[in-house]
């Protein structure tokens, strides 16, 4: 679809959403760590895995408390074996153990080895559950957004780059996996293990738990400190990446330009200059990480000195406190001492933590709110509730159509059904400065009719083949096919009615059977082979190692523009479509090919309704009837020699090709002289 404007004039809107924004602009939402609405939508893709998911967490709680049991065993150890204090009772489980001291030493030993064995099996459980169900959470979203992205039509990838759009499948799922395997369930697991510790402090000495407290505001500050600074730095990384992975796009993609004009100097400095701001936004980013965990560890410090410094004056003084009640002088032992060191360090792991899984979320967050975004995009070409079949005859018809790629507002819609069928078309193409496509055009393709259409560049000649397969619907008018509207048929059947070949050839990565075939699996072996005979690529394709299951790399970048259309040719061939279409589709190929390929269109349009767009008006002068396109209006209609006697807009064009041809020919035959 080369020779058409394909990219449409934009409303103020589109244009505020479409116009060039400064790269990565959509990759820079952050959002709020935390969204109901958001993960109430995506916690519906948890619910197929709800037994997985509610085994992870009870994992989770039990594993969470098994972590603190150790220090615990710890504390009774020391207390009832090493060092008993003389007038305070045993605890719970202490009587439970034997009063030998080797012998309760060893079950001791038992209940600790138990409780880490049971730490590894939970570990062991919610790790693979969790992973297994990120990975189908994953299989459902990303083939979700890739069957939505199929249902979207033709225009809306005009609006979308390819890019942004691979990034919703990769990285935007990468990161709500994140937050399902790594996120959620381990801030439960944190939150769990600080209750955890807490309670247990608490029992123990409640005014040890609230030295070991005491720094917790001047952590939250430090984190709310890191957090700010964090997000600014993560924001600038997403733009820095976003432009990274445009301009490596733009430029691998177009590497032969850049070294046919000797760019490489000049696209590395621009590439460098674009490093350099992500190597600035992560290096922002280490050193707020570099400055923020050594202050958590030094607070940290701070709270188990002053566990030791209390602690230890508690310890020498706790006869004292046995004597007084144990309030304003609380009962510390040497065990509860020890096990409170423990617990401390156990204590502010969870508390760094956290701040990571903030990020994690915020990630996740704006991720979901960009895949929801393309997820509740509705397609643009909706399919009728109760489609109607047509006869298969073939037949195409346009009937007043005004065609535009802008998207009217509702107000232009209305002024534009609101007119006549008489009027003229001059009050539509005045209508709030709309920049028509197509302009009132109506004609008639005949079963196995072959119409040819020509025109300069931008006179819409592309856009009418576009329409009859209804990659675009028609503002104003008619398009049927088959004698049935186009807007009333299901989308598949209709275009299983068209083969299709394009100016510029498209191969998928695969082989070149593969790609004749292109997943249809009822064309065999034979038709393949059939379909390249007839369209003279067969014999090309026998002199390659592996024949018709030679591979065929991206794009068919190893295949000449030539190789690449005769296949496109031979596909078109072998779907036996009932409309055949040929968009320039010898325009990229040498003389030589050229005469191969009308050869074989002999064979192909015979049968079917076909519709060529041609420049080189050589090649459709034996075409039924001839459309030409001028600014959008078709001015004539009729056979070559029809079009030549009228001496009009066709008979221009021929000429001035002739004299092209004439003028191509007197400079060959000087060079030769």
């Given at each position: ?274 490093n350099s701001e992500n190597k600035a936004a992560w290096t922002d980013a280490i050193f707020a990480y570099a400055l923020y965990y050594p202050v958590v560890e030094l607070l940290s410090s701070i709270a188990i000195a002053l566990v030791i410094w209390r602690g230890g004056i508690a310890v020498l003084h706790g006869q004292t406190a046995i004597q007084h009640g144990g309030f304003l002088h609380p009962v510390v032992t040497v065990g509860i001492l020890i096990a409170f060191i423990q617990y401390a360090q156990r204590f502010f792991r969870p508390i760094q933590d956290l701040s990571d899984k903030y990020n994690i979320l915020q990630s996740a967050m704006a991720a979901a709110e960009r895949v929801f975004k393309l997820l509740d995009t509705e397609p643009e070409i909706p399919i009728p509730a109760k489609p109607v079949t047509g006869d298969r005859s073939g037949r ?278």
């Amino acid at each position: 679809m080369a020779d058409e404007q394909k990219k449409p004039a934009a409303t103020a809107e589109q244009t505020q959403q479409a116009a060039p924004k400064r790269p990565g602009i959509d990759d820079d939402v952050v959002g709020k760590a935390y969204d109901s609405r958001l993960m109430s939508r995506l916690f519906a893709y948890l619910k197929p895995y709800k037994l997985q998911a509610g085994i992870s967490a009870v994992a989770i709680l039990i594993k969470s408390a098994s972590d603190v049991f150790g220090p615990y065993l710890v504390k009774v150890a020391v207390d009832t074996y090493f060092a008993p204090t003389p007038g305070k009772p045993l605890s719970w489980l202490a009587r439970h153990l034997s009063p030998d001291p080797v012998r309760g030493m060893t079950e001791i030993g038992a209940l600790y080895l138990g409780s880490l064995l049971l730490t590894f099996g939970l570990e062991f459980v919610q790790t693979y559950l969790m992973q297994w169900t990120g990975q189908k959470i994953m299989f459902d979203l990303r083939s979700q957004i890739f069957r939505h992205i199929q249902r979207m039509h033709v225009g809306f990838f005009d609006r979308n780059p390819v890019g942004r759009l691979v990034t919703r499948v990769t990285s935007d799922v990468d990161a709500l996996n994140e937050m399902f395997t790594s996120g959620v369930l381990a801030i439960f697991e944190d939150v769990f293990a600080l209750t955890f510790i807490v309670v247990i402090m608490l029992s123990m000495s409640w005014l040890l738990a609230l030295l070991t407290l005491s720094v917790i505001p001047a952590i939250l500050y430090a984190t709310q400190l890191f957090r700010i600074y964090v997000r600014e730095s993560y924001r600038r990384q997403r733009a820095a990446t976003a432009k990274i992975n445009s301009f490596t796009q733009e430029y691998v993609s177009g590497m032969s330009v850049v070294q046919l004009f000797n760019r490489e100097k000049r696209a590395f400095r621009d590439f460098s200059a674009v490093n350099s701001e992500n190597k600035a936004a992560w290096t922002d980013a280490i050193f707020a990480y570099a400055l923020y965990y050594p202050v958590v560890e030094l607070l940290s410090s701070i709270a188990i000195a002053l566990v030791i410094w209390r602690g230890g004056i508690a310890v020498l003084h706790g006869q004292t406190a046995i004597q007084h009640g144990g309030f304003l002088h609380p009962v510390v032992t040497v065990g509860i001492l020890i096990a409170f060191i423990q617990y401390a360090q156990r204590f502010f792991r969870p508390i760094q933590d956290l701040s990571d899984k903030y990020n994690i979320l915020q990630s996740a967050m704006a991720a979901a709110e960009r895949v929801f975004k393309l997820l509740d995009t509705e397609p643009e070409i909706p399919i009728p509730a109760k489609p109607v079949t047509g006869d298969r005859s073939g037949r195409i018809e346009f009937r007043d159509v005004w065609f535009t790629y802008e998207t009217l507002t509702p107000e232009q819609l209305k002024a534009l059904q609101g007119l006549s069928a008489q009027n003229n078309g001059l009050q539509i193409a005045a209508l709030d400065n709309i920049e028509w496509i197509l302009k009132g055009v109506s004609f008639t393709i005949e079963p196995d009719m072959t119409a040819a259409i020509v025109g300069h560049t931008g006179a819409g000649k592309t856009t009418i083949t576009a329409l009859m397969m209804r990659f675009y619907d028609v503002q104003r008018g008619a398009v049927l096919v088959d004698g049935i509207d186009v807007r009333e048929q299901d989308l598949i059947p209709l275009r299983k009615r068209f083969g299709v070949v394009l100016q510029d050839p498209f191969l998928f990565s695969g082989t070149i059977a593969q790609n004749i075939r292109l997943g249809s699996n009822w064309i065999t072996d034979d038709e393949v082979a059939n379909a390249a005979e007839e369209v003279n690529v067969a014999d090309f394709i026998r002199t390659l190692p592996a024949q018709f299951a030679e591979p065929v790399l991206e794009r068919g970048s190893t295949l000449s523009t030539g190789q690449k259309q005769l296949i496109s040719f031979a596909r078109a061939l072998a779907h036996k479509p009932g409309i055949l279409i040929l968009d320039e589709a010898t325009s990229s190929v040498d003389t030589e090919t050229e005469l191969r390929v009308r050869l074989a269109l002999e064979r192909m349009i015979t049968g079917r309704t076909s519709v060529l767009i041609a420049h080189r008006l050589s090649t459709i002068q034996r075409a039924d009837t001839i459309l030409v396109m001028h600014k959008g209006q078709l001015r004539e209609q009729g056979s070559h020699q029809q079009l030549l006697a009228l001496r009009g807009l066709y008979y221009k064009l021929y000429q001035l090709q002739y004299k092209d041809q004439e003028l191509g020919s007197s400079i060959a035959e000087t060079a030769t002289a």
